[in-house]
């Protein structure tokens, strides 16, 4: 276990929904631009056009709306990337074209870190989206990034090159191993949140209690009044003998 006093230079969230960034790993990222200088990208996999229980909002003028909510979140917490990968709610699957676009905003960006939703778990279950985009994302990194021999034409037509991640912190697991202390950060977290117009039924002290309650329960982990917790990957990308040989 490790309580964290140092910060990415680079840092992109790859997310399956609008809020979900926010909710995960919001107090982290805002600490980090604020505190450390990190630049921050979010890369949103859905366009969230099915979260809702209106009967009277169309699918369309949601996504719209969550574009720009997802915006005014991403400014309260510092992101100044933030890309749409625009595939349905819901409808995220483990394709070429999936893989190829985190791929390519991978090497775009050439974040040290990336951050996603856990997508393995044991004794509870999470949405479809969250498995698969966690999924694509630890896959994009790990197999295809760093490799040219994968979707040549992003170095060959559009001027990219491969980048090799360093690290991933996947949140939403329930076996945590690193964390941040977010504490002067709940204030970041609860209006970034509260940005989600459109998903938000609790007002500002209900969705502050809430987010207490969720990063308050490592405190007896870790000492921390209030954290966000991630379980860590480091790839280990370093050679090429390596590369070639878990290939």
């Not at 999924?135 to 001027?159: K, N, R």
């Not at 202390?181 to 949140?193: G, M």
């Amino acid at each position: 276990m490790e309580i964290l006093t140092t910060a990415p230079k680079r840092a992109m969230a790859i997310t399956p929904h609008p809020d979900d960034c926010e909710g995960g790993c919001g107090g982290a990222l805002a600490k980090w631009v604020k505190e450390f200088g990190t630049v921050a990208a979010v890369v949103m996999c859905t366009n969230g056009n099915k979260g809702t229980g209106d009967r009277e909002m169309t699918s369309e003028k949601l996504a719209a709306t969550r574009v720009i909510e997802q915006h005014n979140a991403s400014d309260i917490v510092g992101v100044t990337d933030v890309v749409f990968l625009g595939h349905p709610d819901g409808g995220l699957e483990d394709t070429l074209l999936f893989r190829s676009q985190v791929t390519r905003e991978i090497r775009r960006f050439k974040p040290d870190l990336i951050l996603c939703i856990d997508p393995y778990r044991s004794i509870s279950h999470t949405h479809r989206d969250h498995r698969k985009s966690g999924q694509v994302a630890l896959d994009a990194a790990f197999s295809y990034a760093w490799s040219y021999q994968h979707f040549p034409e992003q170095i060959t037509e559009e001027g990219l090159e491969p980048h090799r991640v360093e690290q991933a912190f996947l949140w939403g697991g329930e076996e945590p191993d690193v964390f941040v202390d977010i504490q002067s950060y709940l204030d970041v977290k609860v209006d970034s949140l509260g940005a989600h117009v459109s998903q938000m039924s609790s007002d500002r002290e209900q969705r502050l209690e809430r987010i207490k309650n969720n990063s308050g329960r490592h405190k007896e982990k870790t000492g921390l009044d209030y954290a966000e917790g991630f379980r860590r990957i480091t790839f280990n990308l370093g050679s090429l003998d390596w590369q070639l040989m878990h290939r």
